[in-house]
C-alpha cells in the first residue's frame, strides 16, 4: 500500500531555514517526478516545487525560487524542500505529491504545518 509521510513542519520565525521530508513506501519511488503543494487558509492548494525522476529537472513557483529547494535520495525512498529565508505568507500546509504516471494517478500525502511568525 502505498504511503506518503511528511515530516520537519512546525514553527519557525521569519527568516528562518526549515526541512520538510516525505518519506515514500509501497511503490517504485524512482520511477515517479514528486512535488511539494502547499495551501493556506482560505486558499486554493498551489504547486511549490517539483522534481524530475532523476532529480535532473526541478522547477519551482515564482514566490518561492532563491529561497527554497527540492531535492530526493532515490536509495532513501525520499524527497526533501530545504526551504530558507522563510517568510509569513509562507505560512501553509505543506503536502507531498506523487505525479500520475500511465494510469496511475496521483497521490497525495497528509500534509504538515509550517507557520512562520514572531
Known amino acids: 500500500q502505498e504511503q506518503l509521510v511528511e515530516s520537519g513542519g512546525g514553527l519557525v520565525q521569519p527568516g528562518g531555514p526549515l526541512r520538510l521530508s516525505c518519506a515514500a513506501s509501497?511503490?517504485?519511488?524512482?520511477?515517479?517526478?514528486m512535488s511539494w503543494y502547499r495551501q493556506a487558509p482560505g486558499k486554493e492548494r498551489e504547486l511549490v516545487a517539483a522534481?524530475?525522476?532523476?532529480?535532473?529537472?526541478?522547477n519551482y513557483a515564482d514566490s518561492v525560487k532563491g529561497r527554497f529547494i527540492i531535492s530526493r535520495d532515490n536509495v532513501k525512498n525520499t524527497v526533501y524542500l530545504q526551504m530558507n529565508s522563510l517568510k509569513p505568507e509562507d505560512t501553509a500546509v505543506y503536502y507531498c505529491?506523487?505525479?500520475?504516471?500511465?494510469?496511475?494517478?496521483?497521490?497525495w500525502g497528509q500534509g504538515t504545518q509550517v507557520t512562520v511568525s514572531s
Open positions: 505529491y506523487r505525479d500520475p504516471r500511465g494510469s496511475r494517478a496521483g497521490y
Open positions: 522534481i524530475s525522476t532523476a532529480g535532473g529537472n526541478r
Open positions: 509501497g511503490l517504485t519511488f524512482s520511477m515517479y517526478a
